[in-house]
């Protein structure tokens, strides 16, 4: 079952500005130490930040929040899993408020897709509930 579907677009020249004029000030506060590893070592590395930072406004989306109600961009983590698929590891609030509209009897599970064509990045992000039952 689907609990919540999100997106978001943001320009990768924005991103770009803001590492420009904040630098690792930025950087640090918006986005966890595995997501600036692979953004680091990226060869597109502000288009790697842009996507992360666009699964995440996606994310928050689905969650039904926005970044409000203890909610921070550090919360949401965009890591890769052994096949180099995007997915997102929720901590603190995003946590608790995925807990929270997972029905009992369910697991909740985070589906991400992201993109980037210069200069825009996009995700999308469907979190959906899946029957502890099979």
């Known amino acids: ?4 579907i999100g ?3 943001v320009d990768i020249r924005r991103i770009e500005k803001s590492i ?5 000030r930025f950087i640090s506060r918006v986005f966890t130490s595995q ?3 692979r953004a680091e070592n ?3 590395r502000v288009a790697s930040y842009a996507k992360r930072f666009a699964a995440k406004e996606a994310c928050v989306k689905a969650l039904g929040t926005g970044f409000r109600n203890g909610i921070f961009l550090k919360d949401i ?3 890769n899993d052994e096949f180099g698929r995007p997915t997102l590891q929720l901590s603190g609030g995003a946590e608790k408020q995925m807990k929270a509209i997972t029905p009992q009897g369910y697991d909740s599970v ?4 992201i993109t980037d064509d ?3 990045a996009q995700a999308f992000v469907i979190l959906s509930g899946e029957s502890q039952t099979k």
């Open 42 to 44: 990226s060869a597109g």
């Open 110 to 113: 985070l589906h991400v897709s």
């Open 20 to 24: 420009e004029k904040f630098g690792q």
């Open 118 to 120: 210069h200069p825009w």
């Open 77 to 79: 983590g965009v890591v």
């Open 1 to 4: 079952m689907i609990l919540g």
């Open 35 to 37: 997501e600036q590893q």
């Open 7 to 9: 997106n978001d677009m």
